[in-house]
C-alpha cells in the first residue's frame, strides 16, 4: 500500500471556542497514541488531510511529520478514527492517529468492491447487498485497498459469502467464512408481500365500511307501518 506524507503541528490544550476556531481556518484537531508512547495533541491542514484520504482511503499509511517542539520527529501512524461534520461529510472535525510497526501485523477494515451484474437480476431478482467490508489481520505493507467480489454467476436464489473471498498473500481473513456478503432475492417474495398488505387494506376498509341505509318508506306511509 502506498505511503503518504502529512505535516502536524504540536497543539496545546485549547478551549471548545478555540478549537472551532481553528476548524474555520481549514485545520483539524488530531491526537496521537499508540505503542506505549505518551499521548500527542496535534493539528494538521485539513485540506492536505482530505488529499491523503483522497489518495488511499481510511487505511492508508502515513508517515507524520510533527514539527513545533524541540522533539519533532516522523512517525508511521494509521487513521484509527475520523469525526466528520453531521451534515458535512467533507468538513472534519477531528481525526486520531495510531502508531503502528511496519514489523508488526494489524487488524484492519477492508472495503469491498461488488462488480459484475448478476444472472438473477436480469429475470427480475433484486440484489441485495449484506456485507461492505472484512476484517483482516496483515502487516501494514500488505493491506489491501479493497477486495473485489464479482456477482455475474449468481442466480435467482444464490449467495455469495466471505469464504469465497481471494485473499492476497500474507493477508489473514478474520470475518467468519460463513458469513453472507451479497444475495439475488426472488422478485415473488416482493410480489407476495405488496399482495398481503393489499389484503389487509381491504379487510380494514370492510370492517370500518358504514352500514347500509334503511330503505325510504313510500311515500304516504310511516316508517314502521
Known sequence: MERMILEAEIRSPLTRGELNELRREGRVPAVLYGRGKETRSLMVDGRLLRRV??????????????????????????????QRHLWQPDHLLHVDFIRISMEDEIEVEVPLNFVGEAVGTIEGGIIQILLREVSVRCLP???????????????????VSVGSLTLPEGVT?????????AQVLAPEEEEEEEEEEELLEGEEDEEAAPEGEQETPPEGEEAGE
Open 53 to 82: 484520504l483522497a489518495a488511499g482511503g481510511t487505511n492508508v499509511l502515513i508517515d507524520l511529520e510533527i514539527g513545533g517542539d524541540a522533539d519533532s520527529a516522523r512517525e508511521t501512524v494509521m487513521l484509527k478514527e475520523i
Open 141 to 159: 505493507v500488505n493491506i489491501p485497498e479493497l477486495l473485489e467480489i464479482d456477482l455475474s454467476s449468481l442466480e435467482i436464489g444464490d449467495s
Open 173 to 181: 481473513l478474520l470475518t467468519e467464512p460463513e458469513e453472507p456478503l
